[in-house]
């Protein structure tokens, strides 16, 4: 017979189930833009996008912008910045020092550029790439940290909507598509489906769990 606390248990599993799923389900069907940094060469990133959806060429970009953070050493810097079109990302404004890092902030002009060309679901596409000084002691990391986010700084990849439909009531209206940082200098590349398939395995590990205490 099952005790008062094994169907507690077994509701807060389903309810555990269900609620992993309905955000899986909202995280994988929402239109974003992921953002990434690798290394690319000797000394060398690039920052590279990642829609989940497909772009068409004549799509405007409302705005762009991603900070780097890297050690305040005057050894470690940004030699130069390469200015891919049609994104052309530069720089937005000098550096900050804050707490032993440097901050650097980047960004694209709002409303003056388009993709160009057609970007398919799933694709990686170089938007800006650089070369540093320091040598294998500096660290880039596409910032998300306190500072960052206290000082407005964090990723943002936003597009002006080319017709009214789905979330847009005007044309030219800003419609905020910023994504994940998938990857970075120090971390592993992550996408949706790996975080679904975490949520299954989790989801997986608790049902035999409790399976076993019901």
Known sequence: MKTLKTKML??????VIVVFMILSF???RADQIDIGIFVSG?????IRMKPDFTITPGQF???IRFT?????????DITVLNLIPPFNVDYDGPAV?????KYQTFSVQPFLVTFGSTINAGEEVVISSFLYSGGPSALFVMSDDSFTLNNNLEYYFGIACGEVNGPCTFVGEPLDLTGIIYASYATIPVSNWAVLSGLVLIMTFLAIRFRKLI
């Open 61 to 63: 970009i409302e705005e």
């Open 68 to 76: 780097l953070r890297y050690q305040d050493d005057p050894a470690i």
């Open 10 to 15: 077994g509701k807060i599993l389903k309810l």
């Open 42 to 46: 000797p000394s060398s990133m690039e």
């Open 26 to 28: 909202q995280q994988l």
């Open 97 to 101: 020092v804050d707490a032993g890092f």
